[in-house]
């Protein structure tokens, strides 16, 4: 242990090795509580010739590597597993890799270091009048480095792509210390595998990320956000239908349920949306996609998808970031309430009502937690299909409340795992969603690129089926 701080201090500087056991614990424990584990050191190169030179010696010391972000993942791939202090994995956070340049103005394209926060990338890209297509509620702490790692989507999905859609390259350092590196951001190349497109969603397990080449989007001002309530998540979809319909331009389209939001009235102390309660609510942003047109005409075009007659409208700043906050603060609202088991699941828009009705049962089933009846809720960016379902009671340490959503999930034709990634909690999970043929191919690529499995063991893929035959 002695040696590997010192070849780590030899690496970066001492100031960026932290052992102290109470530091290392903040970062590795996970953003939820749910998920917590236990590392030597943290360690915080700057370039990425000293990631390069951190993943050399913990290689040469048989040493695992946990990249982290931000850390506001939310499915313990962040975050080591528990385990004897030593040999402990060491936490490579990617915090101090901030560099960010210009913004190239004739390809619409910025490159980022993996540290830059989400937020930082969209004041970056603003003052250059472009907006980046990513933006989720962790902006402030989700960095660049780890929402390529989750292909995380977020709020703008609909409009924009997961964040696999905004990679236009990226500079990686490899299990062995080679540093892969393409930012040249060339659209027009199809010389062999698309290595950046390999690392998006790969959660830390292939390599770590250290820049990336961004594509920026035009900005396009805000037309108006509307709150309306629904009878029910099969109500919201045909709402949203009809919007689509009626209105280009949709920025967002998000869905949050009764108990939503009575929590997140209640955590943030916010006032009722509507004269009236219901079972579902819809959040919709329009934007303007002709910015010198009159934000107006949308309104008049909004007349064709049959609002329901108390819909919220906003137009000014303040009016429209009060309507987000319904949604915005809900997931801080849950954390206020208990650590959830917290399931993101895609789900065909046809099958929202059944699989909700079906949600309903699965967490009768499971029982009451201490504190009285468990606690349902259900909201995420039903745009795309992705719902967050958050029970808030069964014992933490109980997985069946969440195999049995994520099985629901996979029943009704969707994903066991949407935009948060499979990390540790869904490993075992992974066949429900994707094909026998699918996993030994992506064991395969482990096995090529991470040979002594050096990065983040036990994310993604299950453990090998000890029953299974040799070859
Ligand atoms: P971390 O949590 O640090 O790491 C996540 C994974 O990426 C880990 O497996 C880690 O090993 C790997 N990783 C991190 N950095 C690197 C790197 N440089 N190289 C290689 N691997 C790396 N997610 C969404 O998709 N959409 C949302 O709308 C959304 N909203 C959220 C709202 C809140 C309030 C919170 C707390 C979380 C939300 N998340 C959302 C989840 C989370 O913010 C995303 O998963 C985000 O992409 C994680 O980024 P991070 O920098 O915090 O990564
Ligand atoms: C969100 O959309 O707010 C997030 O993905 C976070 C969550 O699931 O709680
Ligand atoms: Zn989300």
Redo the contacts with the bound molecule.
Sequence with gaps: MRKLLADLRAATGPAHVLAEPDVVAGYATD?TRRYAGTASCVVSPGSTSEVADVIRACAAHGTPV?????????VG??VPAPGPAWPAPVILS?RRLTGLEPVDVASGQVTAG?GTTIAQLHGHAAAAGFRYGVD???RD???V???I??N????HTIRYGPTRSQLAGIT?VLADGSVISNLSGLTAGSAGYDLAQLLTGS??TL????QARLRLRDPEPAAAVLLAGTAGIAQAADLLARIRAAVPGLLAAEYVDAAGLALVREAAGLPAPLPTAYQGYLLAELTRTDPAGDADIYLQRLALAALPPDTAIAQDAGGMAALWAYRERL??AIATAGIPHKIDVAVPASELDAFCAGLREVVRAAGPGPDGPARLIVFG?IGVGNLHVNVIGPDLADTEVDAAVARLAAAHGGSAAA???V?RAKTGWLGWTRSAAEIAAMRSVKAALDPAGLF?PG?LLPPPDPAASPG
């Design positions: 953003w946990i990249p982290q972000g931000g850390n506001t993942g939310l791939g962040s990617a993996a989720l509620a962790s702490s989700a960095t480095g780890g929402t790692a989750t995380a989507g977020g709020i990686a959660e830390g390599a770590v990320i250290t997931t801080e960016h935009e948060h990634g990390g983040n994310v």
